[in-house]
């Protein structure tokens, strides 16, 4: 059995200590919150740090709040508290929903949304749907503040755009209006997910038409991505859209880079991106206001 090599946890009590601690240590450190992906990969053996930052003594890291129509969702705040705020299940049940769907319950109740943000694991539930969700990551160092969009901060996978001293403090999600129909799908097979898909359809006014869409697909390729062929696909009568998915599939699947892995060939996930992606717009449909 692999054993967890020994380390040293330092607990600042404010994001500028924990961004001057990175600094300070460099490749021999590293953050941490839940820990969940951080520590079994180190038990692995493929990663190796001398000492680990915990956010968790950081005030106020743990926080869901809304301000100016946007929620705040701290660094801290974990998989099971997202998936039971009342704040995010009255006002984005979708991400709720998402959270629900995260690996297991041991997982949940102890990782945290920005850690799995972080480690930019491609086989990840989150990140597609906050990607068609518009959100932002919030990210803090000694040189001040930065906010980058979700494709942004994915650089590749394990990968982001962080630099080696930021501390990313939130995630911001603009809250949709009651117009928008909204719904994530997932498939998974074996451990990880082979699929995740989600949709925003913003409706006209007389809610015959979709105004403006957003798809996404991630776990099939290095990063989540959108498709502006697919969401131009998307848009338009909904008497007729039906006829459109199957082109805005094709369209999403172009764009994504599949990989065959240990969860199936390329053509295989080409095959259930187009699956999926009919779901997740009937659903989506089905419901009376943003959804899951």
């Known amino acids: 059995m692999n054993r967890l090599p020994a380390f040293t946890i330092s607990q600042p009590q404010s994001v500028a200590e924990a961004s001057e601690m ?20 180190m038990k692995e053996g493929a990663l190796l740090y001398d000492t680990l930052v915990d956010v968790k003594t950081v005030p106020g890291l743990a926080d869901i709040r809304v301000q100016d129509g946007e929620l705040w969702i701290g660094a801290a705040v974990t998989h099971f ?10 006002l984005l049940p979708v991400l709720s929903y998402v959270e ?27 990140a597609t749907m906050l990607l068609c969700l518009d959100a932002r990551v919030v990210a803090q160092s000694t040189r001040g503040e930065r ?11 394990y990968e982001t755009a962080l630099e080696e001293d ?13 117009n928008w129909r909204m719904a994530y799908k997932k498939f998974q097979i074996i451990e990880r997910p082979t699929l995740g898909l989600g949709v925003v359809l913003e409706l006209n006014d007389g809610g015959d ?12 390729s290095e990063s989540p991505l959108r498709s502006s062929a697919a969401e ?5 009568p909904l008497e007729s859209l039906l006829e459109r998915l199957d ?27 187009k699956v999926f992606l009919k779901r997740a717009v009937q659903q989506a449909l089905q419901s009376d206001g943003p959804s899951r």
Do not use: M, W
């Open 209 to 220: 038409s979709v105004a403006t869409a957003r798809a996404a697909v991630g776990c099939v």
């Open 166 to 178: 930021e501390v990313v403090t939130s995630v911001v999600v603009p809250l949709p209006p009651a």
């Open 232 to 236: 131009a696909q998307l848009a338009g």
């Open 22 to 41: 990175l600094a300070s240590l460099g490749d021999s450190g590293r953050l941490y919150a839940g820990g969940t992906e951080l520590l079994a990969t």
């Open 100 to 126: 629900s769907r995260v690996a297991n319950t041991r997982v949940r109740a102890t990782g945290t949304l920005v850690g799995n943000l972080c480690f930019a694991e491609p086989h990840s539930d989150p």
């Open 81 to 90: 508290s997202i998936e039971t705020s009342p704040i995010v299940r009255e």
């Open 247 to 273: 082109a805005a599939g094709d369209s999403l699947a172009d764009e994504a880079d599949l990989l065959d892995d240990r969860e199936g060939s390329a053509e295989y996930k080409r095959h259930l991106i």
């Open 147 to 157: 906010q980058l969009t979700i494709d942004e901060f994915f650089v590749g996978a």
